[in-house]
């Protein structure tokens, strides 16, 4: 049984990574698929900052399905990044898909992301949890429950119990979505551990229209948060555009989720 991860009797765990801390209420991480260029991280990081989101995300080692599409800036990507963040005091979380990687990424960035492809790549999450850094682990495209919790086992048995689990959509049968958004399993998940469970709507759905709506019911179904793909000009994004949102459609999705508080009403006398 994968006994660290299971809920058992406890209580939701909380993660702080850098001051956000996931479990307590519904953490937004928002930023591009790929670091591309200076201009473009200083207008996202700048724009999710001032809407609210709590963390960035960029991709700088970027898993492509075709060997000629953008690779990512590599280590480039991951020195810039942190240059932004830090000017915009956010805490960042980028890809590890190697573990020649893991140096670099643990001294620079705040939390390390396992994607969906290397859920199940047992030796890079030895590694990656080994270097003490919070870990962002995405659902792998076809994998179970079990087979999630069971990768989570082998991060919190290297001692780090800095583990947050990611639903990111399920390989499904119909194009009219990139994969299938597991909600269901995402609740599921939550009942089943005591991580905090975060969703991934851009690379579930793959349409920018319906991100929104799905981190709102998210939200609204008790999950810790969402991860959402955000690019100052989406038209022109080197990697995933068309689930891109631009930074106007950003803040309405912010509106929806964490609404301003309520004026209170003038007490009646
Ligand atoms: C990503 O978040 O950049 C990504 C590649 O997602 P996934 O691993 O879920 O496909
Ligand atoms: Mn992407």
Do not use: W
């Not at 260029?37 to 963390?55: H, N, W, Y």
């Not at 991709?59 to 990044?81: H, W």
């Not at 689990?165 to 609740?187: H, I, K, S, Y």
Request: aromatic share 4%; hydrophobic share 45%.
């Amino acid at each position: 049984m994968y006994q660290l991860a299971s809920r058992g009797e406890r209580e939701g765990s909380i993660v702080d990574v850098d001051g956000v801390r996931f479990g307590e209420g519904f953490v937004v991480i928002a930023g591009p698929c790929a670091i591309e260029d200076e201009f473009q991280m200083e207008a996202v990081t700048r724009g999710v900052a001032s809407c609210g989101a709590q963390m960035l995300r960029g991709g700088a080692f970027k898993p492509r399905t075709s060997p000629y599409s953008f690779q990512g800036l590599g280590e480039a990507g991951v020195e810039l990044i942190a240059r932004v963040a830090e000017k915009h005091r956010m805490p960042t979380v980028v890809e590890a898909m190697a573990e020649s990687q893991l140096g670099l990424l643990s001294s620079r960035v705040s939390m390390i992301q396992i994607g969906a492809r290397n859920m199940q790549n047992y030796s890079l999450l030895q590694a990656a949890a080994r270097t003490g850094k919070p870990i962002l682990l995405k659902r792998g495209p076809a994998a179970t429950l079990d087979e999630v919790l069971y990768a989570a086992e082998y991060l919190l048995v290297e001692g780090n119990e800095r583990v947050v689990l990611c639903e990111r959509g399920v390989r499904g049968f119909d194009p009219q979505t990139r994969n299938l958004f597991d909600l269901a399993g995402a609740l599921r998940l939550k009942e089943l551990t005591h991580l905090p469970v975060i969703v991934d709507p851009s690379h579930a759905t793959g349409r920018r229209s319906l991100i929104a709506p799905l981190v709102a019911a998210s939200a609204a179904a008790g999950l810790d948060g969402a991860m959402v793909e955000v690019h100052p000009d989406p038209a022109r994004a080197r990697s995933d555009a068309e689930q891109a949102l631009d930074l106007g459609a950003f803040a309405g999705l912010m509106a929806r989720v964490a609404p301003a508080p309520k004026v209170a009403a003038s007490p009646s006398r």
